[in-house]
């Protein structure tokens, strides 16, 4: 029996996006980070998410350890549980995205199938993808939980980088070397990019 039959939407009879851009004045996008363990993601994501809201633009960041603690607290780390962690939040972030809110999304998200499921949810115009690419042998220096001591040791099964592959993404919105110790810089660069794609156009209603 498919249970779907008796759910009836009502996205039809609420304010529409771009009511709420205009209300908000900008526009609703999903700037979705992927890169491995201590790439740099969370750290990005936050000096990107402080650098627009000192322009006065109205974000949300969804990061992996807080989705994981909460709304995905039940999912492990097999690969269908990791596949249904990425579609949970690409739903949630569309529905944040149809309030004109910009959300600026931190997660591994390892392989071009979960990736792509996400920008299919999403819709490919608004979904901006950022590969922070840092090589592995990077990420284990940092190291920052831990992880990857772990992994090596065996503690960790499914461990991206280590015993499960990450797939590179092919043509991603924006490419970052974050072995660059000049993070402001990258943000500023990621900035000049992204601002024309969330700035609010007026002229677009009349």
């Known amino acids: 029996m498919n249970n779907n039959n008796h759910i009836y939407t009502t996205f039809d009879k609420i304010k529409d996006r771009s009511a709420k851009e205009v209300y908000l004045k900008q526009r609703g996008k999903v700037i979705w ?3 491995l363990s201590g790439s740099g993601k969370t750290t990005l994501a936050s000096k990107l998410e402080k650098r627009l809201f000192e322009l ?7 990061d992996g350890d807080n989705v994981r603690s909460g709304i995905n607290k039940n999912l492990r780390f097999t690969e269908g549980d990791r596949l249904e962690n990425i579609r949970r939040i690409a739903e949630v972030s569309k529905l944040f995205m149809n ?3 910009i959300l600026i999304c931190s997660f591994i998200s390892p392989t071009d199938e979960m990736r792509n499921m996400a920008r299919e949810i999403i819709g490919e115009d608004d979904f901006l993808e950022i590969f922070v ?4 042998e990077v990420c284990e220096q940092r190291d920052p939980k831990g992880l990857y ?4 040791a065996g503690e960790i099964p499914n461990f ?8 590179h993404p092919k043509n991603p919105f924006i490419e970052v070397d974050n072995t660059d110790p000049d993070m402001d810089g990258n943000v500023r660069e990621m900035l000049k990019r992204i ?3 969330i700035r609010w156009d007026p002229s677009e209603i009349l």
């Open 99 to 101: 309030c004109g809110i």
């Open 195 to 197: 601002i024309p794609e």
């Open 160 to 167: 991206t980088g280590i015993s499960s592959p990450f797939e």
């Open 56 to 62: 006065n633009y109205f974000c949300q960041i969804l």
């Open 133 to 136: 690419n840092t090589p592995l």
């Open 149 to 152: 001591k772990k992994a090596r």
């Open 33 to 35: 980070f992927t890169g």
